[in-house]
């Protein structure tokens, strides 16, 4: 009879536990969790805190008592380990009634991540509040009844931006202090850009590219004192700046850790024999690039979970476990934001090659009422097409396009292939031709040469070089334009072809239009004119978001409109 130990439980913890009892109903499997609760909703606590799920009940998923109930586990909160012992084979663990040493079999290690808590003064605060446990939720949610009425967020990734957006829905004013660029820092600057004026739009102050120096005490609240000089009071601090490993005791045992997470091979074993490890404290394989990182997510760590209980009771058969895209979401008022594979910035520092397509085709159909665009950016191998990263914005059916396209990168798909694939059609849903299919067909054209493409970030080089052609409309060209273009309606551009030659004088021609379909058509036009022509990635959806703040300064706007 087996006795799986497992430290953690929560996501990989408890997956792991599970399976095992499924696998093997003669098993002793004992869970020992630090915390009061042993697995519990952890995404679920910016809702929480913003009253959208009400009753704190909900978010405990499993107890102790059901577990033991229907899994026959031993689960056993309040328990920490504070020492392993990998040849005796052993753990010891702290207990409200002293210290207990407990024999294993099989050990597996879930300890998850910490929040990074930066060295800054005032940072012990009482108004400083993590999000990471259920009483920390309970926390913020008693300030926000308490009658908070400012709230400041020091960091904009996921849980950042979701605990915003739960503390303006509740009526609070709301800061969001991010030191990178833009909130949410892996998603690419054209699309956070929508994000940061979708933050703005819900009421919520957000600072980016700056950080906390200091927190002061004040006697009715804090202040939050910022390195561009900017000061915020503060009812209620809600800390997400990051998270860490929880690996120091599992490291002072000898099991092998790099930066601070526990290497792992493909099956979840770690460096010491009979010692596996799962979820946000393990080190991840990136599919793209071969770097290896911790996941802080919860999909993998549950699969992972699964797998390892499989490796351990079932070796003969047990699956690897894959890499993880690291796909995620999250929703931003009236927006949802996704993304999986790599990014610009990732592929950039790996010297990895590649094209990148600007997308904004609308989740429906056009003429169902409601439609609205999914601004797309795909990243592929500029030789062979195939798939490495996608992110979405909208505000319908960016989950169902994020997901096909992580499936597609999963099974190593080619851009073109894309085309063919066979998505759900009905207007209220999509279109004949879905996002995703369009992606295909853009990826396609820049893979025979059909479509040349040039990018926002290069406008610069372009206005310097070459001769900008804007082909929309009158009325689309007056409310922005970049300076110096020659503006033909793409409808007119055939009859006007020589004006195009006489004006680019030998100079290349750079097309642009309002999301890239109408410069398309007129990249071809010009390019069978024996001119050298590229077609601006996105149009000016994508360079108006790239630019961001920039965008009054550079684009010149007719009189009549301003």
């Known amino acids: 009879m087996p006795k799986i130990v497992i430290v953690g439980g929560v996501a990989g913890g408890m997956s792991a536990a599970a399976r095992a009892r499924r696998l093997d109903e003669s098993a002793e499997i004992i869970v020992l969790e630090r915390g009061p609760h042993v697995s519990f909703a952890n995404c679920g606590l910016p809702y929480f805190v913003g009253g959208e799920i009400e009753d704190p009940a909900k978010l405990l998923v499993q107890t102790p008592e059901s577990l033991r109930a229907t899994l026959a586990l031993d689960v056993r909160p309040g328990h920490d380990v504070i020492a392993v012992d990998t040849a005796a084979k052993n753990v010891t ?99 956070a850009w929508l994000v940061s004026q979708e933050l703005r739009a819900i009421g919520i102050d957000v600072h980016a590219g700056t950080a906390a120096t200091g927190i002061e005490d004040g006697a009715g609240h804090d202040t939050v004192v910022l390195t561009d000089g900017s000061r915020l009071p503060a009812d209620m601090i809600v800390l997400s700046v990051g998270v860490r490993p929880d690996t120091a005791t599992f490291e002072r045992a000898g099991i092998a850790c790099e930066r601070g997470a526990i290497v792992v091979d493909d099956h979840g074993r770690t460096s010491m024999p009979g010692v596996w490890a799962v979820g946000d404290a393990t080190l991840s394989v990136d599919p793209m690039t071969g770097a290896r990182h911790p996941v802080a997510l919860a999909g993998p760590a549950n699969r992972a979970g699964r797998l390892v209980a499989d490796d351990i009771l079932r070796p003969a058969t047990a699956r690897a476990i894959p890499p993880a895209l690291g796909t995620a979401i999250v929703r931003v008022g009236s927006l949802t934001a996704a993304l999986t594979g790599a990014n610009r910035a990732v592929l950039h520092a790996h010297g990895i090659a590649h094209t990148t397509l600007h997308l904004h085709a609308n989740q429906h159909a056009g003429y169902f009422p409601g439609a609205s665009p999914i601004h797309v950016v795909l990243h592929i191998d500029p ?41 759900a059609y009905s207007p209220p849903y999509g279109q004949a031709k879905d996002a995703v299919n369009l992606t295909g067909m853009v990826g396609e054209n820049v893979l025979n040469g059909n479509l040349s493409l040039w990018y926002a970030e290069d406008l610069d080089e372009v206005l310097a070089t070459s001769l900008v052609l804007d082909v929309r409309r009158d009325d689309e060209w007056a409310t922005g334009h970049v300076p110096g273009a020659l503006h033909i309606p793409h409808t007119e551009l055939r009859e006007r072809i020589d004006e195009v030659r006489e004006r680019a004088a030998g100079r290349p021609v750079r097309v642009m239009c309002a999301s890239g379909v109408r410069s398309a058509i007129a990249h071809r036009v010009v390019t069978q004119a024996g001119m050298d022509s590229a077609s601006l990635s996105g149009g000016t959806l994508t360079l108006r978001a790239s630019l961001g703040e920039r965008a009054r300064d550079v684009l010149v706007v007719d009189a009549a409109v301003r």
């Open 383 to 423: 030789d062979t097409g195939r798939l490495l990263g996608a992110q979405a914005v909208g505000t319908e059916g960016v989950d169902k396009r994020i997901d096909v396209l992580a499936t597609a990168i999963r099974a190593g798909m080619a851009v073109d292939e894309l085309i063919d694939l066979d998505l």
């Open 93 to 191: 663990v702290q207990t409200a009634y002293g210290l207990e040493v407990i024999d294993y079999d099989a050990l597996v290690l879930a300890p998850g991540a910490a929040a990074v808590i930066p060295e800054i003064p005032g940072i012990t605060s009482p108004r400083v509040r993590t999000l990471r446990t259920v009483d920390d939720a309970l926390a913020l949610r008693d300030s926000v009844r308490g009658g908070a009425r400012r709230a400041v967020v020091l960091g904009a990734g996921f849980i950042g931006v979701e605990a915003a957006e739960a503390l303006a829905a509740s009526g609070l004013e709301v800061s969001i202090v991010q030191s990178s660029a833009h909130p949410l820092s892996p998603f690419e600057p054209e699309l």
